[in-house]
């Protein structure tokens, strides 16, 4: 008996036709939310977002700037805060970051 294109498991799929990378895919958000109204001070960092899943692939601290890849992409909400959208030339030097092996 063959074997179709729907017998195919996923590891043997993999194998043929690897997935892209998640990061390569990646938006880069810098977090602009105005914390004033609190009794503390949240920190706004740059988050690296997967422009497919909307999954949270990378962050870099505020505060210490420190990068940091996640090995399994974190859910991430928007809501009640605001981004600024890096773009272009600006965002180079994160997306290399991101994008590093």
């Known amino acids: 008996m063959s074997r179709g294109i729907n017998d195919v498991t996923p590891a043997e799929w993999d194998a043929v036709a690897p997935r892209q990378h998640r990061d390569h895919n990646a938006i880069i958000l810098k977090e602009t939310t105005d914390w004033s109204n609190l009794d503390y001070t949240p920190q706004n960092h740059t988050y690296a977002i997967n422009q497919y899943t909307g999954k949270l692939v990378a962050m870099w601290s505020e505060k ?13 909400s928007k809501s009640k805060r605001t981004f600024d959208k890096i773009t272009h030339s600006a965002a180079k030097p994160y997306r290399e970051q991101v994008e590093a092996e």
């Open 64 to 76: 210490t700037g420190e990068f940091k890849r996640f090995t399994k992409p974190l859910s991430f």
